[in-house]
């Protein structure tokens, strides 16, 4: 089962907008779910910790960038458990990086268990996945084209 941490407030309130067509796809797919809307970002942990049980397949961040940050944050105790994200807003960078566009995607790849492990690191406030080169910006360029160049 699928534990769905809803951000009703991400994208200018996207969700109660989507809402009765985001769960028709999800029950026309047949994923089991359990939807639960986050009224703070700060109540994720307790959130996490009252509805994570062994049948769980994976916790879904469904929202914007701060709502995919602060789940990151709190699955720290919970590393076994995958993550999965479905984008309600349009600025949702992590979901872009990983390619999924837009809602109907992300349920999509819900419904076929598409799993790809995937390395993030944080810098800042931002979470980077894949791999990152860190160079002097007049070495950039050139540390660039001799990766490509094999």
Not at 70 to 85: K, N, R, S
């Amino acid at each position: 089962m699928y534990l769905l941490l809803v951000n009703p407030k991400a994208g200018n309130q996207r969700y109660r907008r989507i809402e009765p067509a985001f769960t028709n796809l999800l029950h026309k797919l047949d994923i089991k779910h359990k939807i639960i809307l986050i009224d703070d970002l700060a109540n994720i942990p307790e959130l996490l910790k009252q509805h994570i049980k062994t049948d769980t397949t994976a916790v879904v961040a469904v929202g914007g960038n701060g709502t995919v940050n602060a789940l990151i944050d709190a699955m720290v105790d919970y590393a076994e458990v995958p993550l999965g994200i479905v984008p309600t807003s349009h600025t949702n960078h992590l979901a872009k990086t990983l390619g999924v566009t837009s809602w109907t995607a992300g349920i999509k790849l819900l419904a076929h268990h598409e799993i790809k492990h995937l390395r993030l690191g944080k810098i800042g406030e931002r979470y980077v996945a894949g791999s990152l080169m860190i160079s002097p910006k007049r070495h950039l360029l050139a540390s660039i084209m001799e990766k490509k160049a094999y």
